[in-house]
C-alpha cells in the first residue's frame, strides 16, 4: 500500500528552493504523517534502505547523500508564504537533525511552524501517493505536479484544464 502525502496548498504555493534529495527528504518525512491527527510528532527517522528503494537510488551512496544533503545545505533551508494578513512569513524546515554513521537510519525534526501545514487539514489540503513522484529525477518535475495536482482538485468544473501563469512557477 502506497503512502499518502498531504500538505496543506499554503505549503504546495511556498516559495523554496530545495534540491532534489532534500525534496524527497521532506516528502519521505510527510507521507509518515497522518494528517487527521490532532498530535503529530515532528520528528521522524528516515530508513536509508526504504528511502532508497521508494525513490529508486543506490543503496551504497544513499546515506552519504542524505546526510550530507542535510547537514550542509538543508539545516539552512527555508520557506515563505503569504499569510492571511498579507504578511510574508520565513520559517525553517527542520530544528534538528541526528545520525550515527552505519546505523543506516537518520532523524529530522521539523520546525514547529511547518506542523499547521501537515496537520489537523480539514480544507485547502492537496493528497497524492509518494510513489506518484517517487521515480520523478528533477525537483521542477515534483514541484509542477504538486502545482498540477492542486489546481486540478481546486476546479470543480473542468478537471482537465488549469492555468498557471509564468510568475507564479518562478515565485
Given at each position: ?68 544533503a542535510i547537514r550542509k545545505r538543508f539545516w ?96
Open positions: 500500500m502506497s503512502k499518502s502525502i498531504t500538505k496543506s496548498n499554503a505549503l504546495i504555493e511556498a516559495g523554496y528552493r530545495l534540491s532534489l534529495t532534500e525534496v524527497q527528504i521532506v516528502l519521505y518525512g510527510i507521507s509518515l504523517i497522518n494528517p487527521t491527527q490532532e498530535e503529530v510528532p515532528l520528528e521522524y527517522r528516515i530508513d536509508i534502505g526504504r528511502f532508497a528503494d521508494l525513490f529508486d537510488r543506490n543503496h551504497g551512496e544513499i546515506y552519504n547523500d542524505i546526510k550530507d539552512e533551508r527555508d520557506f515563505s508564504y503569504t499569510n492571511e494578513k498579507d504578511e510574508i512569513i520565513t520559517c525553517r524546515w527542520l530544528t534538528r537533525i541526528t545520525h550515527q554513521d552505519k546505523t543506516g537510519f537518520i532523524k529530522i525534526k521539523f520546525s514547529e511552524d511547518v506542523q499547521p501545514y501537515l496537520s489537523q487539514l480539514q480544507k485547502n489540503f492537496t493528497t497524492y501517493y509518494i510513489d506518484q513522484i517517487a521515480k520523478f529525477k528533477s525537483v521542477y518535475s515534483v514541484r509542477f505536479y504538486e502545482f498540477a495536482i492542486m489546481r486540478l482538485k481546486k476546479s470543480k468544473a473542468n478537471k482537465i484544464v488549469f492555468k498557471l501563469n509564468i510568475q507564479e512557477l518562478k515565485t
